[in-house]
């Protein structure tokens, strides 16, 4: 579990640096008044990381049952 946090954290990181890219005040770049939270890769990165968290719990979900099955599995505690 902790090697799958410290792959979220790197990905935040990565994330987060190129919507700073993304967000430079350059007079080149038409998005550069955007916040960067409304950068597109950090965007991309909440999106993922919502679709991760449902399908976590769907599987967690499905993997130890309902709360009307009781203690289908007693791995699921």
Request: aromatic letters at 16%; charged letters at 10%; hydrophobic letters at 55%.
């Amino acid at each position: 579990m902790y090697f799958a946090a410290a792959r979220v954290l790197i990905a935040a990181c990565v994330c987060l640096a190129s919507g700073l890219v993304f967000t430079w005040p350059a007079r080149s770049n038409p998005d550069r008044n955007v916040p960067l939270l409304s950068a597109l890769p950090v965007r991309l990165f909440f999106w993922g990381m919502a679709g991760l968290v449902v399908l976590f719990v769907a599987t967690w979900y499905l993997r130890c049952g309902g709360p009307w099955y009781g203690t289908v599995n007693r791995d699921c505690g």
